[in-house]
């Protein structure tokens, strides 16, 4: 019974994780095609006097004081804000999914410093400002180079988001920069070992 209740609430989480990416993927989608139709209006409009119409005749209080007025205006700070979210949410499942694969078999605390070393390289100016970037540097997470970051994208749980959430907010630690399983780091000063994990500062 232990194995079909174990088998049950893995699928559920593999189901969870493809709703999750299939979400994901249809706000993608919808973004794209409503930059699209933007560039492409864009290009086909000739001049600002097309999608204007005069508006001297007009004697209304609280209208725009030009001799025009725009129409079909873009709430560009809200298709900013969209942008931000996508990128944000973006990032985060990366550094959900780098925890499953490097330390999900560590307790919380483990899996906490594992987010804060992504984390505090993106605030450090040696490193690369986008969690991709940092996560693709050469050598650097032994997850990428033998695969289990791939595999990691169809098992990580939520406990990870909720950790890798959690730390963006407010980071356990500011200072890991690297991590290792079987030593410390030939970079950085050591620091401490938690669980199988060897952290080291910059």
């Known amino acids: 019974m232990k194995e079909v209740g174990s088998i049950i609430e893995h699928t559920q989480i593999i189901l969870k994780i493809i709703i999750r990416h299939i979400k ?55 298709m900013q804000e969209e942008i931000r979210n996508e990128i944000f949410y973006g990032e985060l499942e990366q550094v959900a999914i780098l925890v499953q694969a490097e330390a999900g078999n ?54 990870c988001f909720d950790i890798a959430l959690e730390e963006y907010e407010s980071r356990k630690d500011h200072t890991i920069i690297y991590f290792r399983t079987d030593r410390y780091s030939d970079s950085g000063h050591p620091a401490f070992k938690h669980g199988d994990h060897y952290f080291s500062t910059k």
Not at 55 to 78: A, C, F, G, W
Not at 124 to 150: H, M, R, S, W
């Open 106 to 159: 560590q307790d919380e605390l483990g899996k906490r410093y594992v987010a804060d070393v992504v984390l505090n390289r993106l605030d450090d100016p040696d490193f690369p400002d986008t969690v991709e970037d940092v996560l693709k540097q050469d050598k650097q997470f032994a997850c990428i180079l033998d695969g289990n970051y791939n595999k990691a994208e169809w098992t990580v749980t939520e406990d």
């Open 24 to 78: 994901q993927v249809i706000e993608i989608t919808i973004l794209a095609l409503f930059l699209a139709v933007l560039i492409i209006n864009s290009r086909n409009t000739k001049s600002l006097k097309d999608i204007v119409i005069p508006v001297q005749n007009i004697k209304m209080s609280n209208r725009m004081p030009e001799h025009y007025e725009v129409l079909d205006t873009i709430d560009v700070s809200e």
